[in-house]
């Protein structure tokens, strides 16, 4: 960019010479000049307005409070985005603030959601590594002498068998001797142990259960995640900054503010124009990460069989 705006400025200045309107030229690079730190302090003022009035919000709890009602959104935008990610607040402040129109208060906290996507993969990579490094021991515990260790194992089962069977004997001798000497309160006895098994067993399978259910709402809220290599971006980093982007404008601010600043009759007049041109944008964005989401998901899978 600096060598485009370098050429267009030689090219203007060897043209303005050549043509001996040089004095025009530097009347317009004068002008422009004072024009561009009129334009900055103007939209100096309006930047501090609006990111003043974020900060409000968010140390208010506005933004957090956003965060959770829109959070369907962010999990539909962002499905493998951990639940209560710190990621999550500051796109959400970015989307609010380029819903605004306000694309210079969106830029820290785009930053910010940037180095949270970025450290998600860094956990991720760091998870990956350790499950890789666990399955290596496993397999190198498994090549080390293994006729001794399943002689031990054999060695263990054989013990146990062997005690087990000692005590169901053990056990059988005394069941019959209480049947023999008092046979109605073996009776008894043995009813109420039935009816203990089976509250026991019925308690043991709702436990099973709820673990269960338990476990696969845990494993679909922490969905695991291949992390990508070093220095690749994410889908999450490629979905935001996509949004980012296109970003769905309710009011133009800065748009707004050049108008009336060069003199505009109707500055909001491009309020409507804008909602349209960025919804459309939006909806191709939005369209487009999910596809190649898909797209991506299946050749993982096709991988992986």
Known sequence: MNYIWGAMILTGVIYGTLTGHIDTVSDAMLSSSKEAVTLCIT???VMGLWMGLMEIAKDA???RTISRRIQPLIHFLFPKLPMDHPAAEHITTNMVANFLGLGWAATP???KAMESLAELEEERRAEAETERGTNTAQQMADAVQPSDRYQMGDERASARRKKNRHARRTA????????VQEPDRY?????HMRKMKTAQRAAYEAQQTAETAQQAAGAKRRRKVPAVPRGVASNEMCTFLILNISSLQLI??????YRAQYGSVNPTAIVGPG???TAVSTLAAVMFCKTMDKMQDSIRLDKMN
């Open 275 to 277: 909602i349209v041109a």
């Open 252 to 257: 133009p601010v800065n748009v707004i503010a």
């Open 187 to 191: 009776r008894a006895e043995k009813g």
């Open 43 to 45: 939209m100096l003022g």
């Open 61 to 63: 709890g506005l933004i």
């Open 109 to 111: 906290a785009g930053l």
């Open 172 to 179: 059988a001798e005394r069941r019959v001797a209480n049947a």
